[in-house]
């Protein structure tokens, strides 16, 4: 059986896979139904459980994290002082679009790991050439 892909997820593809209301929920309901290895970062959670507390309740959020904790095969990157120096340095790179640091770090870490897919429906995280999902369905 050959190795399957490193993706990276971002916030958008975690809150369309949960939220049925989401234009995009069947594609990442389907895409998490056999995930390839998926990498992500604390920054990306904490924005996650922020999107459910806002948007419904506590209740919800803690449902969010119960999530993260369960999926397979979910990989937390560490967000260090060397990812933010690079997550900065894409910041003023591309000052001219709205980039948030949780974007950014997600930027820089596909470069780092030389992922070549991105689970996302924000068309920031495509900026470095890195092919989001949504294109390709």
Request: charged share 25%; hydrophobic share 45%; with cysteine.
């Amino acid at each position: 059986m050959a190795k399957k892909t490193e993706v990276y997820v971002d916030t958008s593809a975690l809150i369309a896979f949960v939220d049925r209301s989401d234009t995009y929920h069947p594609l990442f309901q389907r895409l998490f139904s056999e995930p390839p290895v998926i990498i992500t970062t604390v920054l990306v959670v904490a924005e996650g459980h922020a999107w459910f507390l806002r948007r419904y309740d506590r209740t919800r959020a803690l449902q969010f994290l119960a999530m993260i904790e369960d999926m397979e095969p979910l990989q937390i990157a560490r967000v260090d002082a060397a990812e933010q120096t690079g997550a900065v340095r894409l910041l003023r790179k591309f000052s001219d679009q709205d980039l948030t640091i949780t974007d950014a770090v997600g930027l820089y870490l596909m470069q780092q790991r030389k992922i070549k897919k991105c689970w996302s429906t924000d068309f920031h995280l495509g900026m470095t050439g890195v092919p989001l999902v949504i294109n390709e369905h």
